[in-house]
């Protein structure tokens, strides 16, 4: 069980359900995952992530399924099991199909291998990498 | 300095040297860069570790620099030096921008904070996340 | 299950009953946790493991709540459940809030953001900061 | 050499001016270090990661101190060369002791051993410690 | 539920079953546990992943049980609960005792601990350790 | 440079040379290396953390030169430069030859890949493989 329990939107305070709004607004969806429940026992926290991920998130330089598929390598490069199943569900949402998801987890795990390797022989970086 | 030492191109053996020809060749380029050197020493997991970088960047359900990107991303959050340098240097080569590189560094930062904030307010998945 | 099993206080040999007496003793509890049970597999890690925690974790420069919530921020950062979970309890009964838990996590979560953005973009250590 | 450059503060744009006059004016120092310089290549970044810190590290349930010693221990336990140095100048600079720095020290190599004894010998989680 | 279903040995396609196959007559066993199942769905990673291991762990300059309990100590670094179960079991299978397993186990606690010493003091490497 | 700088023998309190004189007498050489002196600020961690290593290292179901390869593997996949430099020259020291380094590695970076694989896949325990 989440440490400090779920608030669900009918206990909210407004400021906390000023945010779940806007979350449910800007997703269109009528669904609040147990991440934002839980993190909204310290409002302050909550509203900060959440801007944080709604403008780190939006599309840009890069479109918005790329970097929710960015998000899902990182996840499962971390190994968190929540952040796996809720970024996975986001990703299929925005249209990552399952080849997509296993080229994904292919490069996620050569990175691992090829991180460990270099650092273990202690290679040094090649001067023409350096910028 | 490399644990094993760099092995160079006019000291490989017929085996490591086609390895190297066929990086070069694939890539397009007549460097090879200092993990390969590395990695010489011991001609199997040269070139299996090729082999398999080989297959897992090639084009497919996603582009070349969308994956280099996620290499990239999983550097960055595994905090490697010589992996972001080199993978920095290998998505500029495809074509990444600098807008580009800093938002995935944006989603990668994001990724490792809202990671530690699910596991340590213990968060359990939601049914709608459960495949 | 635990790998080899619990060893509960009736089927425990002298040697680890008096780790657990003093576990108990210098917790003012009559509980022992899984951990000490796995651990009690191989008497002579549970010595030094308790022996050590108990060195560490005693009021120093430090008084014994910090260094439990340092200690569960770690483990919050490493994304260790068994750890989260006990440490929130032994946290918490040492005093910590739920205001405080809030805090300690918004630490680890921005932390580990900024570790990522540090190493990812290749930020070189300030002069002043070299001791 | 940071992959962007690092911004110095004759060649900032007026908004990225206005992030560095608020470090500075917040920290009471004109010292801007490199991870900001390096970060404000992304304006956007840079002041959502400094407004982040300043909510999160300014005093509340816990004190700075308190604070800045557990963003330190996260970082020494990430293994993160730039924030071991730049965050163990800033807990000096709020009063941090040689002796203080030992202690977290010890606990920050402390969690991280029992963290792994605990994953490794798949210890389940105490049904006292579920919440 | 493993993200796109277990592949079971009667619905596989014939190139997915020449690994299983494989795999079932390296081990000498006819049982294929999950992860490969998993993997099935993207027949070139099964395929890459087999062979990369079935390299990798065959007895050489370290025999077979050496090798496997590298490959549990680094799991339970990793602190991968599959990882950790399935090669526990690989590792007994091969002759690991309760003994070795507790000792494998000190040894990355150990490890795991000094290695945040270390990274925290920010100690500097001797020259007597430099190739 | 470290932290609290480094303790030399001829400055070191009789309580510290009591450790110094244990490790060289221990190892059976006159070198004490950077780690030692840097802990050496914190006289009670210096002892504890030697007098933990000396009795884990020891020889028992594990020989020497196995357990020095665990930790060398360990600290690889932590990515500790200091660990990997100072720990490869303890395990040549104990007669690890360059074909066992590169087979470690190969083990380490393999573990690495195969623990994201499972991880990203959300692969369940095998009913087999739980105890």
Not at 46 to 67: C, F, H, N, V, Y
Not at 122 to 131: A, G, K, L, M, P
Request: aromatic share 8%.
């Amino acid at each position: 069980m989440a440490t400090l329990g779920l608030v669900e939107y009918k206990d909210a305070t407004p400021e906390v359900r000023a945010v779940y709004d806007d979350i449910m607004a800007t997703r269109k969806t009528d669904f609040i995952n147990n991440f934002w429940k839980a993190l909204a026992n310290d409002p302050a926290t909550l509203r900060r992530t959440w801007e944080s991920i709604k403008q780190i998130m939006a599309p840009g330089a890069l479109d918005a399924l790329t970097k929710e598929m960015i998000y899902l390598a990182v996840s499962a490069s971390n190994q968190c099991p929540y952040c796996i199943a809720s970024h996975t569900a986001a990703a299929r949402n925005k249209g990552m199909t399952d080849a997509q998801f296993a080229e994904i987890m292919a490069v996620v795990g050569m990175a691992n291998e090829t991180n460990r390797l270099v650092s273990g022989y202690q290679v040094e970086i090649d001067e023409r990498f350096r910028t």
